[in-house]
């Protein structure tokens, strides 16, 4: 156990987490205190110790579930009789018996589930969501990884490949219509009373009653793809062993994500872990500000505070330092590829806005737009940025980055009002589509602002191959930083203010 | 802060002597944690119940963390409640310091007794002024002294500063107050501690490390229907339902701020008191403003939920 338990620590830290020696040891003394044989509490004892930071317990979960795994409870619990809970009046017949069968179905290659045709799997499944029984929702998502996943012995594929075929196949969203066509059907035929969800007397759903059940069935939904996502690594872990599907499937915490290639859930977890972010980086720099008030000696006000101790300068006085808070201008590409990168980075800017003098913001793509306005007045970047994607003008020609003209037209609407103290970020991946740099604009911009930084959020390698020409515009800037992720966008931020 | 190796050259150094005993364990399993959290009207699921019995067992500190109003204060005074124990709390703002969180020196009536001299000796006076008579205890030296079981909650440990966060380093992992002049403070029994936070800020590694974890998020739907049953007098389980679904609804828009848990039970009281049978859209509308505090909350939720316009 003891064994398992620091390989399982090793594969933390290899994801990431920060695991110290003490919360090793606190881990080893949990185990002795739980009862072994409760997953669970295993699961969230262990987690206490290990895990600080709740950005962290999605990874966390994983790598447990992939250590941990073959020591989880037998599935083939034998259920209850399923007509009892009978959120839809429907479900009553027939429902227990294929719910049974499938979960003797269980093991590989075994019993009843085999032999089932798509359309009896797609039954059950509509069954299983419809009553939801966890149970049978497990007896299915087991049976649907047997029918489509097609995992092969020794294929080095990840997880998700799997999950793709397996999820292609059940074609949720239909089940999901199925659902809500059949709730409506029941609501407007059943008028029998003894039903508590729709015990409402108009005949047709009413809105509100439409969506509870939309989510309610989503729900149901999310859970049976969890469940196949889990019985598929099952599977891998039986089939590879531990260590090296943990290699293979590790999941980046949220502030290493690759901005550019971030999945949609990703983006989801980003986006929720930005809002934190930076609230924590506002009150940290406001605190920075607050801090270390010691000026140089304030002369005049030591001397004037010197007249009640009869001229004996008793008491220093100091000057207060006022940091001077710089002015920044952003200009950012939002063409498709560097999009959602530059939306990042915008609602970070704006959300410590309060940390500078001033913000300016543009967008471009070929054509370039203010967009500060859209900041103005609302408490939350989030919906600005919103509204820059549907609102701001931005495309001149065709739709296609085109950093020279971007450049060119900013320098002359905007140029005048570049002052000794503004700073500059210039967000994108310099992929010109091989029209004119317009790098002199860079150049000017270096001779009357303060500094010029440009954002990458592309990987150093890939710099200056293809059409980038980041190292153009890089001969004109103070720097050029490497954005990939959210912890180094942070910290470029953290150091700007 | 001093450490615990400070020369001490007094006769009486120690308050109480020997080094804490972990007591007899106060909860048998993690479902005992559970059932008697239950009976004192706080619902637990597995992970609340199995950290709360693992700090017990190891004699660590909790740090809860966790969207405001979903019960990290709660915790801390049901497990109070369960254990029949004093909730010591300290609630933690910008600018608590030492004389507000572990002791002081009651300087007048240390000056009151320099001044109704007695003929003592300097020495002698100097010893009777720092004596414990003269010690005036905070939250922190009061949990630590107190000789029954005590539940001490740090409340909203986020909102000291950085430095002030290490004031509370030796009393969370040795569970004794270090004072020079008197020498080292060492609980009888060990406390069990809650700290809350709200996650405004990052904590130190120094004060993670001491704790045991815990991250308490909105509840799954049935344990939120469980929770509006208990916490909610006289309420149908038809309309717990239903508040509870139309709650988790709410949350998974994105919205400003969530509805927290103590909103969800507000709402279903006003919703009981109102002699609501079963929520309807048009009551839904007319009460959300319970339910969430921002204007553009309000009005995103009753469009998405009913396709409703609040502002006609």
């Known amino acids: ?497 | 802060m001093t450490s615990d190796t400070t020369p001490v050259e007094r006769p009486r150094e120690e308050i109480t002597s020997g080094f804490p005993e972990a007591g007899a364990p106060r909860f048998e399993s993690i479902d005992a944690v559970r059932t008697g959290l239950a009976d004192v009207q706080y619902l637990a699921d597995d992970g609340i119940s199995g950290v709360v019995f693992l700090a017990d067992r190891l004699a660590k500190p909790v740090l809860v963390e966790g969207p405001a109003g979903t019960g990290k204060t709660e915790l801390a005074k049901s497990v109070a409640r369960l254990t029949g124990s004093r909730l010591i709390r300290l609630q933690c703002y910008e600018g608590l310091d030492e004389s507000k969180a572990l002791y002081e020196w009651n300087y007048k009536k240390q000056l009151l007794r320099i001044q109704a001299d007695s003929g003592q000796s300097w020495q002698e006076l100097e010893d009777d002024i720092f004596s414990e008579e003269f010690l005036l205890t905070r939250p922190l030296l009061e949990a630590i002294k107190s000789t029954e079981p005590v539940v001490l909650l740090i409340d909203e440990v986020d909102r000291v500063e950085l430095e002030t966060e290490a004031l509370l380093l030796e009393i969370l992992s040795e569970y004794q107050v270090s004072i020079p002049e008197l020498g080292t403070v060492r609980a009888t029994q060990i406390p069990l501690v809650f700290l809350t936070s709200n996650n405004t800020r990052e904590l130190s590694e120094a004060l993670k490390r001491r704790c045991l974890y815990l991250h308490i998020d909105y509840p799954q739907m049935e344990r939120e229907r469980a929770i509006i049953e208990t916490r909610v007098p006289g309420i149908s389980q038809a309309l717990a339902d239903q508040v509870a679904r139309i709650v988790r609804s709410i949350r998974s828009l994105d919205l400003k701020k969530a509805p927290s848990v103590s909103e969800t039970l507000d709402w279903a009281r006003t919703l009981v008191v109102l002699g609501v049978e079963s929520i309807d859209a048009e009551q839904a509308k007319d009460t959300l403003h319970i339910l969430l505090k921002y204007r553009s909350d309000i009005d995103r939720a009753a469009k998405e939920l009913a396709g409703l316009d609040t502002t006609g």
């Open chain 1, 1 to 497: 156990m003891l064994d398992l338990l620091t390989g399982f620590v090793g594969e933390l830290r290899a994801a990431g987490i920060p695991v110290s020696l003490t919360e090793h040891l606190d881990a080893a003394e949990t185990l002795r205190h739980v009862p072994l044989e409760d997953r669970e509490a295993i699961k969230y004892t262990l987690g206490a110790s290990l895990v600080k930071s709740s950005t962290h317990w999605p990874a966390y979960e994983t790598a447990f579930e992939i250590y941990f795994s073959m020591r989880g409870p037998d599935y083939s619990i034998t259920g209850e009789d399923e007509d009892g809970d009978g959120t839809e009046p429907e479900d009553q017949e027939g429902s227990s018996q294929p719910g049974q069968g499938g979960r003797q179905g269980k093991g590989r290659g075994g019993g009843g589930g085999e032999g089932m045709t798509p359309e009896e799997l797609a039954d059950m499944l509509f069954k299983a969501l419809l009553s939801a029984n966890p149970a049978m929702v497990q007896a299915v998502a087991r049976q649907a990884v047997d029918r489509y996943a097609g995992m092969e012995a020794g294929r080095p594929v990840g997880g998700t490949y799997y999950l793709y075929r397996t999820l292609r196949n059940l074609d949720l969203d239909k089940v999901m219509d199925r659902l809500v066509a059949q709730a409506r059907s029941a609501a407007s035929t059943h008028i029998e009373e003894g039903d508590q969800e729709h015990a409402s007397p108009d005949v047709a759903l009413t809105p509100l009653e439409e969506r509870l059940l939309r989510d309610e069935y989503q729900a149901r939904i999310d859970q049976l793809r969890k469940e196949i996502e889990s019985e598929i690594r099952r599977r891998l872990v039986a089939d590879r062993g531990s260590e090296a599907l943990a290699k293979s499937i590790r999941k980046p915490l949220p502030e290493d994500i690759d901005v550019m290639h971030a999945t949609r859930d990703e983006l989801v977890a980003l986006r929720k872990s930005l809002a934190p972010l930076s609230r924590k980086l506002a009150v940290r720099l406001a605190r920075k500000r607050r801090h270390g008030r010691k000026g140089p000696l304030d002369f005049r006000s030591t001397m004037r505070h010197a007249l009640s101790t009869g001229g004996v300068p008793m008491d220093p006085k100091f000057r207060y330092p006022r940091p001077s808070k710089p002015e920044i201008i952003v200009i950012a590409d939002i063409s498709g590829s560097v999009a959602s990168f530059a939306r990042f980075t915008l609602h970070l800017v704006h959300a410590i806005s309060s940390q500078f003098s001033k913000v300016r913001s543009f967008v471009f793509i070929d054509g370039i737009d203010e967009v500060t306005g859209f900041f103005e007045g609302v408490d939350d970047p989030a919906e600005a940025v919103h509204r820059i994607n549907t609102e701001a003008d931005v495309v001149w020609v065709d739709g296609h980055s085109d950093y020279g003209h971007a450049l060119t037209v900013f320098w002359e609407r905007w140029g005048e009002e570049i002052t000794p103290k503004t700073s500059i970020l210039l967000l994108g991946d310099a992929r010109n589509n091989y029209h004119a740099t317009g790098a002199w604009v860079i150049k000017e911009m270096k001779a009357r602002a303060r500094h010029v930084y440009w954002l990458n959020p592309e990987p150093r390698a890939y710099w200056d191959s293809g059409d980038s020409v980041v190292g153009e515009y890089a001969n004109y800037c103070d720097e050029v930083v490497e954005c990939r992720t959210l912890r180094q966008l942070e910290r470029f931020v953290g150091e700007l203010a």
